[in-house]
C-alpha cells in the first residue's frame, strides 16, 4: 500500500492511497470467504457455496467491506507513518478501481492544530482569600430574617423607603397603551393591580419604586421614567413610559429575631450557633468553588494570550452551530419569541462563533498540555463517571456504555474527564497571589 499525506493550510491534509493488485485480491478473498464461512444459501451445505455464487449473491457488500477495510488500514498506516493527529478521517473519495485490479482513492483529513506550548507551570493569578468573614456571615442571616419576614398593615404614614408599596399601575408610551407598541409580551409591564413592590432602588423598573416615597394610600400619581439603552424590550430603549399609579396599600416588614427559634425553623433540631456552622461550612464550599474558578479562568486566558495557533474551518462551524442553538435555547427559555431570535440572528452567530473559537483553543491547548506531561484517564474515573450517567439515568450501565459506544461518545467522555484533570494540574502548579474581592474586581485584563 502506498501513501502519499499533503498537508495544507488550516489543519487539512489529504491523504492519496494506492493500494496493489495482489493486496486488494488478498483482501477481497478475506472477506468473501467469511461471507462463504457463514451464508446459508438453498442447495449448498454451509461453507461450501462456490465462490462465483458468493460473490454473485454478496457483491455489493464484499465491495463495500473491501473498501472499508482498505480505507482504515489505509488511516492506521498514514498515522503510524507520518506522526499525525487527526480529529477525522472523512471518507474515501475519488475511488479508482484499475482494470490491473489494484485501487486507488483519497480522503480529507483534518487535522489537530500544531502547537508550540507556552511556559503553563508557575502562572500567577489572583484569588481572594477562602475565609469566609464575620461580615459575609451576618449578611448571609440578613437576607434569610428577610426572606422570613412577617409583612404588617401600615396606616396613619406616607411610604416610606424600605416600605413595600400595593399598587395599581397603567402603563402607557407617547399616550399609547404599552400592548399597543409592543404587543402582547409586554403584558407584564402595562398594567398590574395589587402590586408588591420594595420601596428600593432597583426594584421592579428602574426610578419607579423611590418616585412614590411620601405618597398615602388612595393617592394617584403619573410617574415617568426614562429607560436606557440595555432595557430587555428593544422598542423601549431610550423611550420614557409613563406608570398612572395609585397607592393602595402599604406594609412593612417585620425580621424575625435571630435565636434558637429562628434556627429551629429553618432547620428542625438546630440551635442558632448549629445553624451558624452549617451556614459557614455551605459559604466555605460555595466560596472555594468561585476561587477555583477565578483561578481557571485567569489560567485559561493567560494561555490563550501566550500562543496563537490555526483552527481547522470545518471543526469551528461544527462548535459554531453548536454554540448557536445554545444560546437560542437560552432566549426561548427567557420568553424570547422566534421573531426576536431571528432579529437576533447576526448577535447571535458573532457570540456563537467567539465562544467556539475560544472553547477549541482552550481544549486543544490543555489537550497539549496532557500529552506534554503523560496525563491520563484511569480506566476506572471513566467507569465511574459512566455508573453516575447511568444512575442519573436510572438505566443499566451496561446498557449506558453499549449506547455510548454505538453513538462513539466514549472518547468524548474521557476527553472532558482529561481536560479536568489537566486544568486540576495548572491550578495546582500556578503561583496564587491572595487579593481581597475588591482587589480583584478592580484589576485589569491582561
Not at 409586554?186 to 402590586?195: D, P
Not at 482529561?418 to 482587589?439: P, Y
Request: proline content about 4%.
Amino acid at each position: 500500500m502506498n501513501i502519499v499525506v499533503e498537508k495544507q493550510p488550516k489543519c487539512i491534509a489529504t491523504l492519496n492511497v494506492e493500494v496493489p493488485a495482489a493486496d486488494v485480491a488478498a483482501k477481497r478473498e478475506k472477506i468473501a470467504s467469511s461471507y462463504a464461512s457463514q451464508a446459508k444459501i438453498s442447495g449448498f451445505r454451509p461453507g461450501k457455496a462456490p465462490k462465483n455464487v458468493i460473490q454473485k449473491r454478496f457483491g455489493k457488500q464484499i465491495s463495500e467491506e473491501l473498501t472499508e477495510a482498505l480505507f482504515e488500514e489505509a488511516c492506521d498506516k498514514a498515522l503510524d507513518i507520518e506522526n499525525l493527529k487527526v480529529l477525522d478521517f472523512g471518507f474515501p473519495n475519488n475511488l479508482n478501481e484499475r482494470p490491473d485490479g489494484s485501487i486507488a482513492f483519497d480522503t480529507k483529513l483534518i487535522l489537530a492544530p500544531e502547537i508550540t506550548l507556552p511556559e503553563y507551570k508557575g502562572i500567577e493569578v489572583k484569588a481572594p482569600s477562602n475565609e469566609i468573614t464575620d461580615a459575609e456571615l451576618d449578611e448571609q442571616f440578613q437576607s434569610l430574617r428577610e426572606r422570613l419576614a412577617e409583612f404588617e398593615d401600615v396606616t396613619g404614614r406616607a411610604l416610606l423607603a424600605d416600605d413595600i408599596a400595593i399598587v395599581d399601575f397603567t402603563t402607557t408610551v407617547g399616550g399609547q397603551p404599552l400592548t399597543e407598541v409592543i404587543g402582547e409580551k409586554g403584558q407584564y409591564l402595562a398594567k398590574r393591580e395589587n402590586h408588591w413592590l420594595p420601596v428600593k432602588e432597583g426594584a421592579f423598573l428602574p426610578g419607579y419604586a423611590v418616585q412614590l416615597i411620601e405618597m398615602n394610600i388612595g393617592d394617584e400619581k403619573n410617574v415617568t421614567i426614562s429607560l436606557g439603552e440595555d432595557f430587555p424590550f428593544e422598542e423601549l430603549r431610550g423611550k420614557e413610559i409613563s406608570l398612572q399609579t395609585t397607592l393602595r396599600g402599604i406594609k412593612a416588614s417585620k425580621l424575625p429575631e435571630l435565636d434558637d427559634a429562628f434556627a429551629e425553623k429553618l432547620v428542625p433540631g438546630k440551635s442558632l450557633s448549629d445553624l451558624k456552622d452549617l451556614i459557614r461550612g455551605n459559604m466555605t464550599q460555595e466560596k472555594a468553588k468561585q476561587i477555583g474558578e477565578f483561578k481557571v479562568n485567569q489560567i485559561v486566558e493567560h494561555l490563550n494570550k501566550a500562543v496563537s495557533f490555526e483552527l481547522p474551518d470545518e471543526i469551528v462551524m461544527r462548535e459554531t452551530q453548536n454554540q448557536a442553538d445554545s444560546l437560542v435555547e437560552e432566549g426561548s427559555k427567557q420568553g424570547a419569541s422566534e421573531e426576536e431570535m431571528m432579529e437576533r440572528q447576526q448577535e447571535i452567530f458573532s457570540v456563537a462563533t467567539e465562544r467556539a473559537v475560544t472553547n477549541l483553543r482552550t481544549n486543544f491547548l490543555l489537550q497539549e498540555i496532557a500529552a506534554a506531561e503523560k496525563i491520563t484517564v484511569p480506566d476506572a474515573d471513566l467507569i465511574a463517571h459512566i455508573s453516575r450517567i447511568a444512575e442519573a439515568h436510572k438505566q443499566p450501565i451496561k446498557k449506558v456504555i453499549k449506547d455510548l459506544q454505538r453513538t462513539r461518545r466514549i472518547q468524548s467522555i474521557r476527553n472532558s474527564l482529561l481536560i479536568g484533570l489537566t486544568i486540576d494540574f495548572l491550578v495546582e502548579h500556578a503561583k496564587v497571589t491572595e487579593v481581597s474581592a475588591e482587589e480583584l474586581e478592580a484589576a485589569p485584563a491582561e
